[in-house]
């Protein structure tokens, strides 16, 4: 029984790894097609400063917040079978997001001109404009957030994790058509900020559909006084304060690079290393995460402690068998892989190593923010935020010493900084769920981790030699570079799962699994 519930989850795990994959697949393409447009020097760092805000916002209470507080509760109440007032809870929380969220966006859209100056050094003006233009994005997350929040709980993965394809193909759309009609650099940046826009209302409306085949609806209610709502929001500003602190180091870091380190550069290097960085997040650890999120809930509710910890323990070294080999390949081909994403129109040669550089620092932490993401929802779980909110406290005044210290040494001094604020913060979290729950089968994980780490060396030396001869052979044109990049990383990742396979790493059972899944016709 545990070993098929195990594989079916692994199985939801996989197939929204697939479809997470596609849209960060394409969120590449998009910076690609960003960089061929923009460049990294230049009036798009103005962009890339007036997007963090509304991107924070939306983090706080539209996003992986608002899950984080709703999921749980929602879940709760569908396990006790109290599905028409789950369901009214859902609506009530949905139309007072609304309003709340729509008189956040207006106070913005009207303060901007105040405090935007305050965080950049360059191109203050267009950074205004551009921040109240993407603003109302926060809106229409917010509905999406519960919408999301409810499929999810009824295990529904893979159609909200496609949603944000169809948001990188409208953006796509959008500047492919409109860029080359501007006539000014500015009227550029605005179609880039109306395409974003236009691609969040597509992304709302996509997984409604999906709602009607549930045992509810979503509608107008402001139950307000209901004790299940009101927990949601009690649960929320915990968990608002915790995500928010996790994220408020990468926003910050920004600042730091637009007003200390060079602001025609310097922000929007970062931002284009931290697109490619997320590829493997994306596709893996939020995979592992996301999938699990319910399933801990309800083991929670039931305090099925074994299954719990079980289950915590085993995503763990999923994300680690995932994410390190991913780290590696980063460090070791960070040039390369930034030459082959984003090396052509406005992008020009001598962008590529500040980006790489910014690439590599950030590949540092992978894993281990792979593993907060997963520890931080077995919190929320447990309806505990308040532990991950000390963390991220303690994580944000380190990040910030940590930022103080780094700067100095470039732009890939903040993207280090940040690494290393995520190893600390994954650590404490560890020993603070292990003291909340007891064994967390850290000496099984510890020995998988030295494994994977031992065979992920390997990949890197696999990986970086056959690229070396190849890119010596074939040039650094794009097709030499495509070659040179793509055998590399196969002929790396092969050697990885000969690694694992031959030093015992279990984890890889999961993978020839599915394959077996695969083929079964």
């Not at 650099?185 to 209302?201: F, K, N, P």
């Not at 085949?213 to 209901?226: M, N, Q």
């Not at 930034?338 to 190593?353: A, H, I, K, M, S």
């Amino acid at each position: 029984m545990e070993a098929r519930k195990g594989r079916r989850l692994a199985w939801s795990a996989a197939m929204f790894s697939v479809a997470t994959g596609i849209s960060r697949v394409l969120g590449l393409i998009r910076e690609m097609v960003a960089g061929y447009y923009f460049g990294a020097r230049g009036p798009i760092n103005a962009f890339t400063v007036a997007f963090q805000i509304p991107n924070l916002i939306r983090i706080l209470v539209a996003d992986a917040a608002l899950s984080g507080a709703f999921v749980p509760v929602f879940s709760e109440l569908l396990e006790k079978g109290e599905r028409a007032r789950a369901w009214r809870v859902a609506s009530t929380v949905l139309w007072l997001l609304l309003l709340g969220l729509s008189a956040v966006t207006a106070v913005f859209i009207l303060l901007a001109p105040l405090f935007i100056p305050l965080v950049t050094s360059g191109y203050e003006d267009l950074t205004v404009r551009l921040s109240q233009i993407l603003f109302p994005i926060v809106v229409l997350l917010g509905v999406s957030g519960v919408v999301v929040g409810v499929l999810n709980a009824y295990e529904e993965f893979a159609i909200p994790a496609l949603t944000p394809v169809a948001w990188n193909l409208v953006i796509i759309a959008g500047l492919v058509i409109g860029v080359p009609q501007a006539q000014t650099a500015d009227a550029e940046l605005y179609i880039y900020a109306v395409s974003i826009v236009v691609g969040t209302v597509v992304q709302v409306l996509l997984p409604v559909p999906w709602l009607r085949g549930l045992d509810g609806r979503l509608r107008v209610a402001l139950d307000w006084r209901d004790p299940a709502v009101r927990r949601v929001f009690k649960l929320m500003i915990p968990v608002t304060v915790s995500l928010g602190l996790i994220n408020l180091n990468a926003v910050i870091g920004t600042f730091v690079a637009a007003v200390y380190i060079d602001s025609t550069i310097a922000p929007n290097a970062i931002d284009k290393a931290f697109r490619i960085y997320m590829l493997p997040q994306g596709m893996f650890s939020v995979a592992v995460a996301t999938v699990l999120f319910p399933a801990l809930s309800r083991l929670a509710t039931r305090a099925d402690w074994d299954g719990f910890r079980e289950t915590v323990a085993t995503g763990l070294r999923q994300i680690a068998f995932l994410l390190i080999p991913a780290s590696v390949v980063c460090a070791v081909l960070a040039e390369p892989i930034v030459r082959l994403v984003y090396e052509r129109g406005e992008f020009e040669p001598d962008q590529t190593p500040i980006v790489a550089s910014a690439l590599a620092a950030f590949s540092l932490g992978l894993a281990f923010n792979g593993a907060m993401l997963l520890l931080n929802r077995a919190f929320f779980s447990l309806q505990a935020p308040r532990i991950p909110t000390l963390v991220a406290a303690g994580n944000l005044i380190f990040n910030g010493l940590l930022y103080v210290a780094l700067y100095r040494v470039g732009v890939w001094g903040v993207p280090l900084a940040i690494s290393i604020a995520n190893i600390a913060g994954a650590l404490a979290l560890v020993l603070l769920l292990r003291r909340r729950i007891g064994r967390l089968e850290l000496g099984r994980t510890g020995g998988a981790l030295l494994r994977i780490a031992a065979a992920s060396a390997v990949l890197g030396a696999v990986a970086y030699g056959v690229w070396w001869a190849l890119d010596d052979a074939l040039g650094r044109d794009f097709v030499g570079q495509l070659i040179s990049v793509g055998f590399g990383v196969s002929a790396g990742g092969a050697a990885y799962l000969v690694a694992c396979r031959l030093l015992g790493v279990r984890e890889i059972d999961t993978l020839l699994s599915l394959r077996a899944r695969f083929r079964r016709p």
